[in-house]
T-cell receptor
Framework: DAGVIQSPRHEVTEMGQEVTLRCKPI?????LFWYRQTMMRGLELLIY????????DSGMPEDRFSAKMPNASFSTLKIQPSEPRDSAVYFC?????????????FGPGTRLLVL | SQKIEQNSEALNIQEGKTATLTCNYT??????LQWYRQDPGRGPVFLLL?????KEKRKERLKVTFDTTLKQSLFHITASQPADSATYLC??????????FGTGTRLTVIP
């Protein structure tokens, strides 16, 4: 298996532009997580899905952020409009739903810089 | 408030020594505790999981302890090597199918 795939790996955009981050989870995994990592705040959970359904989006900073999972093999995280404070590394992770601790498998991340 | 604290931002040790990293938490009741390794420019990678009713878990040169009374986990790397240099994250799983991560400890093993 190729692992969790994220694209793009790097994104540089200007304030006010729309940014779309993409994720393909590991085949067979039924939970998907979006995280944001910064030096100041560490790894923060933004939203997660079970079986393509959003379960908890309390970590989404504000209405400018939205996430979708139209099918089991694809998810997007969109920021519109983007702001410089959104600059961070965004990780997607996936896992299976077992109720036994749920090890998460992370993608390589998307490094976002908003100018 | 809920907190997960890892002992220090950075830890330097000499090659061959045992590295000990600490994870303390407050106002959580984790059923499982996990440790991850993160290298620069990469996503975290799972290392070990320990259940609340387990005291200790080992994997090769790694050892994890979990004390639910002290609300603490210790992560040990014995016979440390420069290749062990990375950031190590602890994460708590409370049963809601998501993980709560600590801020990490950056370990540097000096040759």
């Amino acid at each position: 298996d190729a692992g969790v795939i994220q694209s793009p790996r790097h994104e540089v955009t200007e304030m006010g532009q729309e940014v779309t981050l993409r994720c393909k989870p590991i085949s067979g995994h039924n939970s998907l997580f979006w995280y944001r990592q910064t030096m100041m705040r560490g790894l923060e959970l933004l939203i997660y899905f079970n079986n393509n359904v959003p379960i908890d989006d309390s970590g989404m900073p504000e209405d400018r952020f939205s996430a979708k999972m139209p099918n089991a093999s694809f998810s997007t995280l969109k920021i519109q409009p983007s702001e410089p404070r959104d600059s961070a590394v965004y990780f997607c992770a996936s896992s299976t739903l077992t109720g036994n601790g749920e090890t998460q498998y992370f993608g390589p991340g998307t490094r976002l810089l908003v100018l | 408030s809920q907190k997960i604290e890892q002992n220090s931002e950075a830890l330097n040790i000499q090659e061959g020594k045992t590295a000990t990293l600490t994870c303390n938490y407050t106002n959580y009741s984790p059923a499982y505790l996990q440790w991850y390794r993160q290298d620069p420019g990469r996503g975290p990678v799972f290392l070990l999981l320990i259940r609340e009713n387990e005291k200790e878990k080992r994997k090769e040169r790694l050892k994890v302890t979990f004390d639910t009374t002290l609300k603490q986990s210790l992560f040990h790397i014995t016979a440390s090597q420069p290749a062990d240099s990375a950031t190590y994250l602890c994460a708590l799983w409370t049963g809601a199918n998501n993980l709560f991560f600590g801020t990490g400890t950056r370990l540097t093993v000096i040759p």
